[in-house]
T-cell receptor, first 115, second 114 residues
Framework: EAQVTQNPRYLITVTGKKLTVTCSQN?????MSWYRQDPGLGLRQIYY???????DKGDVPEGYKVSRKEKRNFPLILESPSPNQTSLYFC??????????????FGSGTQLSVL | AQSVAQPEDQVNVAEGNPLTVKCTYS??????LFWYVQYPNRGLQFLLK??????LVKGSYGFEAEFNKSQTSFHLKKPSALVSDSALYFC????????????FGAGTTVTVRA
């Protein structure tokens, strides 16, 4: 089944403890991205990647890191989480951008709480 | 800079009535416009998009959207709403002349009452 898989679904951690949220897609998509969803603010893009080893900042990249060593994986890293990073996170992928097949497929989300 | 606005936090309609969810955008170049829906306890799903061509775009579940360049709008419409259309709807825009960032609106919660 074609899908974007995020893990974990729920995560509670403490301030300063490094964590990684994994994201994997099995559709051979070139474009992958991370978003955070906060009430009243909608979805805000954190980072995106056009292909392997190509990553760029979105609108809210501060406090986050990403890597794209393989086409299928795009982990989100919080080196030193803080309470203001408590949010619902979504990973998404698209076959490509700027073409007729530009369309995001989303993972199920990761609810992160930083205490 | 690109941006998108959804002026209504909530839209309430009766089942069988027309549904409209508003979206306006701002870009420097030509817009790529999208609608996504988030059903309760389910992930986000693509509804439709406008890249170029006909101003009226048809999408999933009977939804359509009209691109209006002069009003910089991309309103989502459904002629006859269903209770199952109750969800959170997001409009998104990408500037054809920009980088590959995608900007979402704050979302509109649609409630369809039986």
């Amino acid at each position: 089944e074609a899908q974007v898989t995020q893990n974990p679904r729920y995560l509670i951690t403490v301030t300063g403890k490094k964590l990684t949220v994994t994201c994997s897609q099995n559709m051979n998509h070139e474009y992958m991205s991370w978003y955070r969803q906060d009430p009243g603010l909608g979805l805000r893009q954190i980072y995106y990647s056009m292909n392997v080893e190509v990553t760029d900042k979105g609108d809210v990249p501060e406090g986050y890191k990403v890597s794209r060593k393989e086409k299928r994986n795009f982990p989100l890293i919080l080196e030193s989480p803080s309470p203001n990073q408590t949010s619902l996170y979504f990973c998404a992928s698209s076959l490509s951008v700027g073409a007729s097949n530009e369309k995001l497929f989303f993972g199920s989300g990761t609810q992160l709480s930083v205490l | 800079a690109q941006s998108v606005a959804q002026p209504e936090d909530q839209v309430n309609v009766a089942e069988g009535n027309p549904l409209t969810v508003k979206c306006t955008y701002s870009v420097s170049g030509n817009p790529y416009l999208f609608w996504y829906v988030q059903y309760p306890n389910r992930g986000l799903q693509f509804l439709l998009k406008y890249i170029t061509g006909d101003n009226l775009v048809k999408g999933s579940y009977g939804f359509e959207a009209e691109f209006n360049k002069s009003q910089t709008s991309f309103h989502l419409k459904k002629p006859s709403a269903l209770v199952s259309d109750s969800a959170l709807y997001f409009c998104a825009v990408r500037d054809e002349w920009g980088d590959y960032k995608l900007s979402f609106g704050a979302g509109t919660t649609v409630t369809v009452r039986a």
